[in-house]
T-cell receptor, first 112, second 108 residues
Framework: NAGVTQTPKFQVLKTGQSMTLQCAQDMNHNSMYWYRQDPGMGLRLIYYSASEGTTDKGEVPNGYNVSRLNKREFSLRLESAAPSQTSVYFC???????????FGSGTRLTVV | AQRVTQPEKLLSVFKGAPVELKCNYSYSGSPELFWYVQYSRQRLQLLLRHISRESIKGFTADLNKGETSFHLKKPFAQEEDSAMYYCALSEGAQKLVFGQGTRLTINP
């Protein structure tokens, strides 16, 4: 039972490069989320998808795009990476907030 | 906007001592609050929810609407409690807003 799988685990990008972070869940959850984790800032929501076919901006969406490819997959794209996007990115899924989020293991991204 | 504040970035206590991790929130409706924990080299995971009024790994948290607080407490700290702790607030039943996190270190 994999839960939430994120790829890659680590990535180094040069400023201006693009990349897509992949996330997949096998729990049949409706809702999926992308957060970034920065020291002293906690977890900040980038985008979320309440259900297949819908996406909404979170607190810090600038510089990112998302795609809810199907119920299982929710990808995060950086079109032109900037050093300010150096962070640890977490994907999560949920079937009702009262049951909590299930998190992926995270992607550590460094933009140089 | 809803906000969650964890005033302590770092907290260090000795094994066997009581632990209290502070969490304050601002929310106009009826809040639903959670504590999440991230142990070293492990994923973030749900620790407890205020609606369940549960005790997990000896931790409890009581919602105080008057003081808008949801502090996490444990009477006797153990070394395995060392971790990063996040308080979170449900916003519109669709997403969670997290606090800045508190890194708890239990000294032997």
């Amino acid at each position: 039972n994999a839960g939430v799988t994120q790829t890659p685990k680590f990535q180094v990008l040069k400023t201006g490069q693009s990349m897509t972070l992949q996330c997949a869940q096998d729990m049949n959850h409706n809702s999926m989320y992308w957060y970034r984790q920065d020291p002293g800032m906690g977890l900040r929501l980038i985008y979320y998808s309440a259900s297949e076919g819908t996406t909404d901006k979170g607190e810090v969406p600038n510089g990112y795009n998302v795609s809810r490819l199907n119920k299982r997959e929710f990808s995060l794209r950086l079109e032109s990476a900037a050093p300010s996007q150096t962070s640890v990115y977490f994907c999560a899924s949920s079937e009702g907030l009262r049951r909590g989020y299930t998190f992926g293991s995270g992607t550590r991204l460094t933009v140089v | 906007a809803q906000r969650v504040t964890q005033p302590e970035k770092l907290l260090s206590v000795f094994k066997g001592a009581p632990v209290e991790l502070k969490c304050n929130y601002s929310y106009s409706g009826s809040p639903e609050l959670f504590w999440y924990v991230q142990y070293s080299r492990q994923r973030l995971q749900l620790l407890l929810r205020h609606i369940s009024r549960e005790s997990i790994k000896g931790f409890t948290a009581d919602l105080n609407k008057g003081e808008t607080s949801f502090h996490l407490k444990k009477p006797f700290a153990q070394e395995e409690d060392s971790a990063m702790y996040y308080c979170a607030l449900s916003e519109g039943a669709q997403k969670l807003v997290f606090g800045q996190g508190t890194r708890l270190t239990i000294n032997p």
